[in-house]
């Protein structure tokens, strides 16, 4: 599960951004109390999050920060900054601009892990994993590198026997450290790749334009499950099945409904309508978070759905029990709702017009707004709590 994420210099952020999946403490947590999972580490994690924002104001690239981050776990070339990616107005003041991204997790094993890497032009400037049992226990470094003045990497700390190796002719020339170390067996930096590689899924639509053969399997294995139907069935009480088309399963697949006489209608799901084509791709990944306990973020679901259906959504997550997490960015006001959510759960991310960069922040960062506040959709639409175009 994720824990919190750190990110710095990606497109439109120039500043350091906090998102943070824990739940608060005190009394608030009785509300709701299936908003969060409760672990054995000391960690209650919220199951869900809704980013709030303007059209422009960074949504997508909060999320394709995490895209960029995973997909540097799935390449073994070289690591270095893409320009596109830097923040403008940081890529013209400095020579060699530095993007930090750190992630904190709860993986498989139960251990906490902390992974950071900072790149730039030059390719990884500094890189680290450490792992702790609780919360508020200290954290065991496994490794951390540093590359000095003569663009050779330094070992700051670190135990694993593996690090030697790993560090051993590295000249930056393929993939990050941590995946070096895994290649190595060690079972730290395994989990860190594993987690990053399945368990997040930032922002990641299926379609029939899959570009593996294995995603296009794990997707059919999801919807031939009788658990998918269920899901699927939320757009559309009427659908009773599905006849699954394996080589087209997102435009050819069959939708089956009964009608109140008990009669059967079967149409291509290509041929259906916008929300319930949608929608069939995002309850792959709805069933994801909740049966294989995946870390899903999902850039406007609900683009095409109607309130009511994105609120039963949520619901359906919150109501399971399981440890995955479902994060969805959205332009929908009516998730401005604290009897649905907790402070923390809402964020919003907005663009200052004077220098076009972007800003994430929760509604529990304005001690202001109470729960029994009935005005939130009132404040954002004003431009109190930012995210508005027309702040």
């Known amino acids: 599960m994720l824990i919190r994420y750190i990110f710095d210099n990606f497109c439109s952020f120039n500043e350091e951004c906090e998102f943070s999946l824990e739940a608060p403490g005190g009394k608030v ?79 498989e094993n139960n251990y906490i892990y902390e992974y950071e890497t900072i790149v730039d032009v030059k ?15 200290a954290g065991h470094v496994i490794f951390d590198i540093l590359r000095n003045e003569e663009d050779v990497y330094i070992l700051q700390k670190g135990t694993a026997k593996e690090v030697t190796a790993a560090l051993k002719n590295s000249n930056n020339s393929n993939g990050l450290f941590v995946v070096k170390l895994a290649l190595l067996g060690n079972k730290d930096a395994s989990a860190t790749v594993e987690w990053m590689l399945n368990v997040l899924y930032p922002g990641n639509i299926p379609s029939d334009n899959i570009d593996s053969i294995v995603k296009q399997e794990q997707d059919l294995a999801i919807i031939k499950d009788p658990r998918y139907v269920e899901i699927f069935k ?47 791709a995002w309850a792959v990944q709805i069933f994801r978070v909740v049966y294989e306990n995946k870390v899903v973020f999902a850039d406007e679901m609900d683009r095409v759905l109607n309130p009511i259906l994105s609120d039963r959504v949520i ?33 919003f991310i907005t663009k200052s017009k004077d220098n076009l960069t972007s800003e994430l922040y929760s509604l529990a960062d304005f001690p202001e707004v109470r729960y029994e506040n009935t005005k939130i959709y009132e404040f954002y639409m004003k431009g109190i709590l930012g995210g508005t175009a027309f702040e």
């Open 29 to 107: 947590k009785k509300r709701f109390p299936d908003n969060y999972t409760t672990t054995e580490t000391g960690y209650d994690l919220l199951k869900t999050a809704v980013i709030v924002g303007e059209n422009a104001g960074g949504k997508s690239n909060f999320i394709n920060g995490l895209k960029y981050l995973k997909s540097l776990f799935d390449s073994n070339m070289k690591v270095q900054s893409v320009n596109s990616y830097i923040n403008a107005d940081t890529l013209t003041e400095c020579r060699n601009p530095k993007q930090k991204f750190n992630v904190v997790f709860l993986a």
């Open 123 to 137: 390719g990884i400037y500094s890189e680290k994993l450490i792992r702790s049992g609780k919360r508020k226990s």
């Open 234 to 280: 939320m757009v559309d009480y009427s659908i009773c099945g599905i006849e699954v088309d394996e080589e087209k399963p997102y435009s050819k697949t069959l939708i089956v409904r009964k009608n109140a006489q008990g009669k059967m209608f079967k149409r291509e799901l290509s041929q259906d309508s916008t929300g319930v084509r949608e929608f069939f």
């Open 315 to 347: 619901a359906y997550i919150n109501g399971m029990e399981h440890r995955g997490q479902f994060v969805f960015s959205t332009h929908n006001v009516l998730h401005l709702n604290l009897k649905t959510y907790m402070k923390e759960q809402i964020y």
